[in-house]
């Protein structure tokens, strides 16, 4: 892992993740929802640096950030996103973006290497407005009445006007130029312990995981928390509460070694301490890289809400609203990543799914595509408090600029 | 129950508290929650009938409508409130607004009788900026302090930004005078079906529960929901979840006979499908009219709250924000509410405790106070389908009058 080894500037790197880490910084960490002001600085930070890179940036009717090439032969498409989850890590999204940068600063001006790297920002990896929209916009997956009805989870604004406030309406939208590309390239923080515990460096990403969401809503009676008998109460935040606990318990029995499920938003109705609640919400989220399991488990919570609703005293109605197939990762990048891992970082390196969602799973419908993790301290991640150690954050990058080397080489 | 017993005009309350629905109607109910424009609309016309009455009024500092009178003799104050819960319904406060208008229209221009009834209209009883801030303002028990910062549950508005928008900063707030009132009657619907199911027609309030009211608070581990092992999961909202089930098994042993208890909110944090919430919070009430009762459900509570705690992965913590001793209601107010409804009413009237809170608890701890029901069809209250029959609404303004007049006459 000596410096002379790789062209990599690891200063550099590390400089610019620094650089990065100052828009919206929240205690160690940063706030840069999707088109927050900390957020449209970034991506106008990121063009301003793409002609380093010999890259001309556009940002486009979305939000994405390109740098493309007028370097002749093979391109290879690398990035991540720039906006945050909410008070959330400095390096879950910027980590992918700058490595991509460092790959085409070193590739694309050397006339030995051949080919070129280009880079994208895809906008709202992390969903405040919908689900993956820059990169499916790009394969032409999103609708322009999708973006009309797009609002921010947070606050209601929609999108549309967010797009206007940015600067951005009427731009046009950049769709994916068929052959241009031989595939697409991520990098990311691992978001789990596996890497660090094992003592090792790179995750060679095999799958990401398909999410399943659910929205399941408990209809009771709303009524005076004061007047109200226990005995005549149809309580719709008891119900849910106790449907919680149920999958808790009858989950484990039939899920896969990794499923993971989760309720991250709970909605009372109407919320008030003096009322017996009416209503209730909760999203629930499934992932597993086996559709089977998902079946298995879709099956159980629909025999579960029956169950509560013919008990009484609320009914329990379980919709699926986002349906997410697994994405196989491209051999080819396996491969490339391994070698490039073997040369620099003493081939510590582990083949192994994403739990998590990222673009690469949808770049990956239209083109080979791979994906490429470094370590995260204590597996934390969505929290302010993640972080990787800066001879981890260097030596990724010196795996990731070798990968897109080998894989333009062919 | 014929006209000619009673002065009375049954048409004149029906049209006002017609009126009064009008102001942010929803559906056949009101969403009028304190500060409102609806809100402020009626109590400005509160404002401009009290002159029909022989009353001069005044809207104070906090939002109270007062009207004071100049009549000789005794003094009566009667009274309740106007904002609505959210959504909710039509006679919870106008009712007891304007049975005191009637009243003291019947009373106060008759020379006949002795005495004058004053109206009060109450602000924020429902308790959008705190807890009976109006009533508790006119006892002195509100400190400038509190008012600097109260804010709307719903969207956080300061109340200080509310009352200058109401072009009611700077306007004292009016305090009572000692020894003016020989004490305060209110009406309200019942918020229950114990009237109506017993073909009664008036209930006599001897006392209203004390409201306990706690924050439960759960401290867990923020992570992404993706790439994170059930196993080393430490999940603040399931916890929360099997905390709201075990109140529902092991309460019902030791409470009393009427206790009641709600989890009317509930909050994740941050709220977001993909995360594992860190934080998670409860606002949970208890009411009973036994503070003995409440003891022991308490020290439950905290029991419980040790045991989750200590046996992991998430920490509870119980803290009490709300404290209310029960109050009871006068015998002298008792005794004149059934001697009127037996003269009225057919003597259909049946001695109650209120499981509802109401600004008559707070009067009571200056001067005697008392309080009337009448039936509510299907207990329904605190929802948009509360509603109470004609019938009732007059033999309860019947009965209210009359009280009002055998308590000035002595």
Redesign the interface.
């Known amino acids: 892992m000596s410096d002379h080894a790789s062209p990599v500037d690891g200063a550099r790197v590390l400089a610019d993740l620094t650089a990065l880490r100052c828009f919206g910084a929240y205690k160690t960490g940063v706030h840069k929802p999707t088109f927050s002001a900390p957020h449209l600085a970034s991506l106008h930070w990121l063009a301003e640096k793409l002609p380093d890179a010999g890259l001309r940036a556009t940002i486009d009717g979305i939000g994405n950030v390109f740098g493309t090439s007028a370097k002749p032969g093979l391109k290879l498409l690398a990035g991540s996103h720039l906006e945050s989850?909410?008070?959330a890590g400095w390096l879950d999204g910027p980590l992918g973006v700058i490595y991509a940068l460092e790959a085409a600063r070193v590739i694309n001006r050397d006339p030995g290497i051949p080919g070129a790297v280009e880079v994208a920002s895809w906008c709202d990896e992390e969903?405040h407005f919908g689900s993956l929209l820059g990169s499916r916009s790009y394969i032409g997956d999103v609708s322009e009445a999708e973006l009309d009805a797009a609002r921010d989870?947070s606050n209601g604004r929609p999108m549309r006007e967010a797009l206007r406030d940015a600067g951005l309406e009427g731009r046009p939208r950049i769709t994916a130029e068929p052959g241009r590309h031989i595939g697409y390239l991520e990098a990311h923080i691992?978001?789990?312990d596996t890497l660090e515990s094992g003592g090792l460096a790179i995750g060679v990403v095999t799958s990401i995981?398909g999410?399943w969401?659910y929205r399941i809503a408990f209809v009771g009676e709303?009524?005076?928390?004061?007047?109200?008998?226990?005995a005549v109460r149809k309580?719709a935040?008891?119900a849910?509460?106790?449907f919680?606990?149920a999958i808790?318990q009858r989950f484990?029995a039939i899920s896969g070694p990794?499923?993971?499920?989760?309720?991250?938003?709970?909605?009372?109705e109407?919320?008030?301490?003096?009322?017996?609640?009416?209503e209730a919400e909760m999203?629930f989220?499934i992932?597993d890289d086996d559709p089977a399991v998902i079946e298995r488990l879709e099956a159980l919570l629909h025999g579960m809400a029956d169950d509560a609703s013919a008990q009484g005293p609320c009914r329990v109605v379980v919709e699926r609203v986002r349906t997410g197939a697994p994405a196989r990762m491209d051999p080819m990048f396996h491969r490339a990543i391994e070698a490039a891992s073997a040369e620099l970082a003493g081939g510590r390196s582990l083949r192994m799914p994403?739990?998590?969602?990222h673009d690469a799973q949808v770049l990956a419908r239209i083109m080979p595509a791979g994906m490429l993790f470094v370590p995260s301290i204590g597996?934390?991640?969505?929290?302010w408090t993640e972080d990787t150690s800066d001879a981890d954050i260097v030596t990724g990058a010196r795996v990731f600029v070798e990968a897109c080397r080998r894989l333009l080489a062919g």
Do not use: F
């Not at 709303?222 to 226990?230: E, L, S």
């Not at 994403?354 to 969602?357: F, I, K, L, R, T």
């Open positions: 989850q909410n008070y969903g989870r691992e978001q789990g995981v999410i969401q709303q009524n005076h928390a004061g007047t109200t008998r226990m309580d935040g008891l849910l509460a106790k919680c606990v808790d484990p990794r499923t993971v499920w989760t309720t991250g938003r709970i909605r009372l109407p919320g008030a301490p003096s009322i017996i609640p009416g999203l989220q992932r994403s739990g998590a969602g597996g934390v991640s969505h929290h």
